[in-house]
Nanobody
C-alpha cells in the first residue's frame, strides 16, 4: 500500500520559510503525481501544489504561486515543498498526497488524490 510521511512543519514568523518533506513508499516513482494540500481549522481542504513524477510538471494554487516551490528527488522517493514569504493565512495542517495519474489529471479534477499522509502542522504567527 502507499504510505506517505510528512515532516518539516513548525512555528514560523510571518515572512519566514519552511521546507516540508514527504517520504513515499509503495508508490511508482516514474509515474503519477505527488502533491500537497492543506486544511485550516474551520475551512475546507485546498490544493497547494502538485508535481508529476514522470516529467516534473508542476501545478500551484493561486494563493501560493511565486512563494512555494514543489520539487522531487526520485532516488530518495521524496517530494519537498519549499515555502517562502509565509503569511498567517498559510497556517494549516499540510498533507502530502499521491495519485497514479499525472498532475494535469489530478489538478483539473479538483486536486483529487487517492492516497494521503497524516499531515504536519504549519503555524505562521508573530
Amino acid at each position: 500500500q502507499v504510505q506517505l510521511v510528512e515532516s518539516g512543519g513548525g512555528l514560523v514568523q510571518p515572512g519566514g520559510s519552511l521546507r516540508l518533506s514527504c517520504a513515499a513508499t509503495g508508490f511508482e516513482p516514474d509515474s503519477g503525481a505527488i502533491g500537497w494540500l492543506r486544511q485550516a481549522p474551520g475551512k475546507e481542504r485546498e490544493g497547494v501544489a502538485c508535481i508529476s513524477t514522470s516529467d516534473a510538471t508542476e501545478y500551484y494554487s493561486d494563493s501560493v504561486r511565486g512563494r512555494f516551490t514543489i520539487s522531487r528527488d526520485n532516488a530518495k522517493n521524496t517530494v519537498y515543498l519549499q515555502m517562502n514569504s509565509l503569511k498567517p493565512d498559510d497556517t494549516a495542517v499540510y498533507y502530502c498526497a499521491a495519485d497514479p495519474s499525472h498532475c494535469a489529471v489530478v489538478f483539473y479534477a479538483g486536486w483529487a488524490f487517492d492516497s494521503w499522509g497524516q499531515g504536519t502542522q504549519v503555524t505562521v504567527s508573530s
